[in-house]
């Protein structure tokens, strides 16, 4: 398979081939089938590794190799950071320490591009601009300004050529996870290909800056009930793809605990207040800020909090999260086949060995026996559940891996703050919310028309079965469906059997006849057998062996 068709493709996969033998990753190129090519990038690379690298373990040579590979890769490791159902705890540890940095540009040279963003002068737009950047990555910087009005806003500029950078490097990526699944039957299993399309999905909307501020906005309103949160306004009049104008906001760092101590703020009071805010987001809203760290929120006097920071978020539907409550609620109560329902439902389809499953789901909830709703690790029960199902072959559905990463980093800032913070403490007024709604007489009724429409459409229809999705619906637990190899596979085997029984019977038939032409009378004879009878004898048996010769070779060459 090609992996490049430019010359900037290749340039591009020369680089990233010379980073991974730099930190040791010869086995990945030879891999990649790229052993032909080892050779004279090896006389750019310095192949002996220096100590202090080698000394390292690979999961942590790995994230120096994509942090020096540029922002799609530092992003790729910091989506790879929240699949605790695809990579062991090690490889999480490192990849969370991803750093993206980059080193600054030049006002200057991101000054016309800012412009044409502005579709005007910058001095018509601000009353002034400071021109040292307060916040420098890979993708984008950002710069403090003056609004003619004397508005304080902040200036998220993207980094030019960075998006023809980001697609170039996306295209290469699809390739090697087309590779992978041709190639490795152990990666096929995780579907790389499938991964790589939801990270370049996500690593796209990250690039385009208004669905950041329009993700601003949604929250803003669907948390509007909360006095006490605030959420940047965004200056749609200058904002758009490639240039995020919001408030500035004064605040003090969350993870300033000496400075909030000095401002005589309550941090029990402000821990509580953040994480009723998660929640909200992930059980009702079904859209929830997916990175809560301590850098992304400020302090602000009486006790306020400022949001900061959309640019990684994540989404639940209403069936998700109604598979999140059951679970819980399946755990809570010791009910192992609530449990093993759900994750039956997560699987999307794909075949599931039930029985196998829900012993291994009741020796995981026999571990949360006798904890209090209050005390449960909600992101130590998603790990767990992730490696079961990694066991068999499944994945964790890609939100709810981001909503255990935020539940894992809010758990972090909440402890910071308060020792004494309980995440899941914080959870159940929505909780009891949520599962009175839940079995509320209207909810229930609804459910119970629709499970008698669906009654009487059987009736009609007895040949039809609901369809079942990766969002809901019963799962697949049942014999493992065919897959299209399989199934050619099948039809082959079925053709070469019906060839050779025809060739068989075709074959018997001519003994016979050859046994009858042995007997005739006139002609020629030799050893008291005629002569065309015992050629024709003679054919059929050197025939005979030559299909019992081929019969071999098919099987050993197509043998299970």
């Not at 981001?402 to 959870?427: H, N, S, Y």
């Not at 009724?445 to 009487?456: G, H, Q, T, W, Y």
């Not at 897959?483 to 060739?503: D, I, K, Y």
């Amino acid at each position: 398979m090609t992996l490049f068709s430019s010359a900037r493709e290749f340039g591009r996969l020369r680089e990233l081939i010379a980073i991974l033998l730099k930190y040791g990753f010869d086995d990945i190129v030879r891999w990649l089938q790229m052993e032909g090519r080892i050779g004279w990038l090896r006389r750019w690379v310095r192949q002996d590794l220096p100590p202090e690298i080698r000394r390292l373990p690979s999961e942590a040579r790995a994230r120096l190799a994509l942090e020096e590979m540029g922002p799609t890769f530092v992003k790729l490791g910091q989506i790879l950071a929240t699949r605790v159902d695809l990579l062991p705890s090690e490889w999480i540890a490192q990849l969370e320490k991803l750093q993206d940095q980059a080193t600054a540009i030049p006002f200057a040279q991101l000054k016309p591009q800012l412009e044409r963003s502005l579709g005007a002068k910058v001095s018509a737009c601000f009353r002034e601009i400071d021109e040292t950047p307060v916040g420098t990555a890979s993708m984008a910087q950002v710069y403090r300004a003056v609004t003619p009005l004397g508005q304080e806003v902040v200036l998220k500029i993207r980094r030019p050529g960075i998006e023809e950078k980001i697609q170039a490097d996306l295209r290469l990526l699809k390739k090697l996870a087309e590779i992978a699944e041709a190639q490795s039957p152990e990666l096929r299993r995780y579907r790389p290909l499938e991964v790589m399309l939801e990270f370049e999905t996500s690593l796209l909307s990250e690039l385009d800056f208004s669905i950041e501020a329009r993700t601003a906005d949604r929250l803003r309103d669907n948390l509007r009930q909360f006095d006490w949160l605030v959420i940047p306004r965004i200056y749609w009049e200058w904002t758009c793809d490639d240039l995020n104008v919001q408030e500035f906001i004064r605040g003090i760092p969350a993870k300033d605990v000496e400075a909030i101590d000095a401002a005589g703020l309550d941090r029990r009071q402000l821990a509580r207040r953040g994480a009723r805010a998660v929640w909200k987001m992930m059980l009702e809203d079904g859209l929830f800020h997916a990175d809560p760290h301590p850098g992304n929120f400020l302090v602000l006097p009486g006790g306020r909090i400022a949001m900061l920071d959309y640019g990684m978020v994540g989404r639940l539907t209403a069936t998700r999260r109604d598979q999140l409550i059951r679970l819980i609620r399946g755990v809570a109560l010791q009910e192992p086949d609530t449990v093993t329902q759900v994750l039956v439902e997560w699987a999307a389809g794909r075949y599931v060995n039930r029985e196998g499953l829900l012993a291994e789901v009741t020796n995981l909830i026999e571990r949360y026996d006798g904890i209090p709703l209050p005390e449960l690790d909600i992101s130590d029960l998603l790990n767990a559940i992730a490696g079961i199902l990694r066991n068999y072959s499944l994945r964790l559905p890609s939100e709810l891996t981001l909503l255990a990463k935020a539940c894992v980093t809010l758990e972090g800032f909440g402890r910071l703050i308060d020792p004494d913070f309980q995440l899941m403490e914080e959870a159940m007024p929505l909780l009891r919310k949520t599962l009175a709604n839940r079995y509320s007489p209207k909810v229930l009724a609804r459910a119970v028309r629709s499970r008698a429409l669906d009654a009487v459409e059987r009736l009609y229809h007895p040949g039809t079965m609901p369809a079942s999705n990766g969002n809901g619906g019963g799962g697949y637990s049942g014999p493992p469906p065919l897959q299209v190899e399989e199934l050619t596979r099948l039809v082959n085997r079925l053709e070469r059997a019906s060839h050779r029984q025809a060739r068989a019977v075709l074959l018997a038939g001519l003994f016979l006849v050859s046994g009858m032409m042995l007997q005739l009378e006139d002609g020629p004879h030799i050893l008291g057998m005629h002569v065309i009878g015992l050629l024709s004898l003679l054919g059929c048996t050197g025939y005979w062996l030559w299909m019992l010769t081929q019969l071999w070779w098919s099987e050993r060459g197509h043998r299970d």
